[in-house]
């Protein structure tokens, strides 16, 4: 398993210097960088770049949504909407890219084994972009995690809900 500091080129942003209280953070984490921790792939790697990280607590990740995406031929093809799914595997995986880095977490693949209070507030059509907020609410026997997420276009919710996670 890749970890954030193995990943890191010195072409990366880093939020402050290291004087900086704030020098844990992390402000942006590339396709790239990504496709080191998860093993999500086109089409169905659906976060394009994580904006914020702060270890053990938080990531926030992007996804594009553009009308070249497969899905959108059947969903629907008078009225392209993101299936609520795929909203929420990309919550997943901006989860998985915070599970993945906790220092205690054994290598292996995260997977999503669980959902509660999901929902799904309004459409996501081609053009939006998503930021989506996976914050840890609680990790056991370093294999199991719980996270709170939250999916947003222009600052208005679209989606959000708690998610279990297990590494295999």
């Known amino acids: 398993m890749s970890t954030l500091t193995e990943v890191n080129t010195s072409d990366s942003v880093n939020n402050g210097s290291p004087e900086s209280p704030d ?3 992390k402000s942006v984490i590339t396709t790239e960088e ?3 921790l998860l093993p999500h792939r086109y ?9 914020q990280y702060v270890p053990g607590q938080k ?3 992007i996804k594009n949504v553009t009308c070249n995406e497969p899905h959108f031929q059947g969903h629907f093809p008078e009225r392209p909407i993101m299936p609520g799914v795929l909203i ?8 998985g890219v915070l599970l993945t880095q906790l220092p205690d977490c054994p290598g292996g693949l995260s997977m999503l084994t669980g959902i509660d209070k999901a929902k799904f507030r309004r459409p996501v ?19 199991f995690g719980k996270m709170q997420c939250l999916a947003q276009v222009d600052g208005r ?3 959000e809900g708690e998610l279990m996670f297990s590494i295999a």
Do not use: S
């Open 23 to 25: 020098a844990k953070e």
């Open 34 to 36: 990504i496709t080191k």
């Open 43 to 51: 089409p169905f790697l659906l976060v394009d770049r994580i904006i």
């Open 59 to 61: 990531a926030v990740g």
């Open 88 to 95: 929420v595997e990309a919550m997943a995986q901006v989860g």
């Open 125 to 143: 059509v081609p053009g939006d972009q998503l930021v989506i907020t996976a914050q840890l609410l609680n990790v056991k026997r370093r294999r």
């Open 157 to 159: 919710r679209v989606a």
